[in-house]
Nanobody
Framework: QVQLVQSGGGLVQAGGSLRLSCAAS????????MGWFRQAPGKEREFVAA????????YYADSVKGRFTISRDNAKNTVYLQMNSLKPEDTAVYYC?????????????????????WGQGTQVTVSS
């Protein structure tokens, strides 16, 4: 079992930055690949970014590529999402997710049902 607790988020003006954190319980965090998803009002949850267990591979949605950075610190059992140049369309509830896979390549990491565990969600609001 893995429990994911999110922090960060809030209200920021367009062009600003925020960093989300997702802390995992347990001693096997390094065996999990991690993802970030988001859900805007009235829309389906969508993939944002993912990172392999070692941090050696990262993947992004086209809409955030070049602006968002996913990273992890296995010593702290934490994955991060650094969000820069935020836009109003980035407004959503953001969720971290974990799956016990070392490698993401060749796997459906953009799909919600690929992941086994989810954080509680955190609101990000970007004002224009």
């Amino acid at each position: 079992q893995v429990q994911l607790v999110q922090s960060g988020g809030g209200l920021v003006q367009a062009g600003g930055s925020l960093r989300l954190s997702c802390a995992a319980s347990g001693r096997t965090f390094s065996m999990y690949s991690m993802g970030w998803f988001r859900q805007a009002p009235g829309k389906e949850r969508e993939f944002v970014a993912a990172i392999s267990w070692s941090g050696g591979s990262t993947y992004y949605a086209d809409s955030v590529k070049g602006r968002f950075t996913i990273s992890r610190d296995n010593a702290k059992n934490t994955v991060y999402l650094q969000m820069n140049s935020l836009k109003p369309e980035d407004t959503a509830v953001y969720y971290c997710a974990a799956v016990r896979r070392a490698v993401l390549a060749g796997n459906p990491y953009r799909l919600e049902n690929f992941y086994d565990y989810w954080g509680q969600g955190t609101q990000v609001t970007v004002s224009s």
